[in-house]
């Protein structure tokens, strides 16, 4: 039986969203359920065969980083209704995945971490949206850059620099230019949704 997670009015894609105090919004997304079956609302774009690790480079939990051909997808979960495949999904808000068929899975079993300061992505106030960067990382002004808006670093795009501020209803980043060859400063933007990989762990 396939199961269905509540999608959240303003944000495209399937999520289970809980409250931020009328600030910014968090949000729990995976292309499988709690009890890993995939989640209704997904297109599948693509199936092939590959290998699949443990671990990703954006998204603790029970995820994996998966390798086929010279692409790599980060993160995936493994589909428990489809035995020995799993599901890929490069952004929190996509709605389509990657279905990868392996001929064997190490088990993956880290639970979904209730630590809200590393979001997968984000979408700022401004309506850029930023995702986690993967592999090694930039530093600005003594600051790693972990988060790349709308496609920064394939052209010019803001980055967000690592720590986001909670102490208020809305969170926020600093956030950097990044001009195709160096960064410039830009202003601290606010979030307003958080984006975080897998099912919600209050849920």
């Given at each position: 039986m396939r199961r269905t997670?509540?999608?959240?009015?303003?944000?495209?894609?399937?999520?289970?969203?809980?409250?931020?105090?009328a600030?910014?919004?968090?949000?729990?997304?995976?292309?499988v359920g709690a009890n890993g079956d995939q989640v209704e609302g997904l297109t599948v774009a693509r199936a092939v065969h590959g290998h699949c690790e443990p671990g990703s480079d954006s998204v603790p939990g029970s995820t994996y980083r998966c390798f086929?051909?010279?692409?790599?997808?980060?993160?995936?979960?493994?589909?428990?209704?489809?035995?020995?495949?799993?599901?890929?999904?490069?952004?929190?808000?996509s709605t389509t995945v990657v279905r990868i068929y392996v001929s064997e899975l190490e088990p993956s079993t880290e639970p979904v971490p209730t630590n809200l300061n590393y979001p997968w992505g984000v979408e700022l106030t401004t309506g850029e949206k930023c995702v986690a960067f993967q592999g090694a990382h930039d530093v600005y002004r003594g600051r790693v850059v972990d988060y790349g808006c709308n496609g920064a670093y394939s052209h010019r795009g803001r980055v967000l620099l690592r720590r986001m501020y909670r102490?208020?209803?809305?969170?926020?980043?600093?956030?950097?230019?990044?001009?195709g060859s160096k960064y410039q400063p830009r202003k601290?933007?606010?979030?307003?949704?958080?984006?975080?990989?897998?099912?919600n762990p209050g849920a």
């Open positions: 997670i509540a999608i959240c009015a303003v944000v495209a894609g399937l999520a289970s969203c809980s409250s931020a105090d600030g910014t919004r968090v949000v729990y997304v995976a292309p086929f051909g010279n692409f790599i997808e980060d993160p995936c979960w493994a589909d428990a209704i489809v035995a020995g495949s799993l599901l890929c999904m490069t952004q929190p808000w102490s208020q209803p809305s969170w926020s980043f600093d956030s950097a230019w990044w001009t601290r933007v606010q979030v307003r949704v958080a984006w975080y990989g897998g099912p």
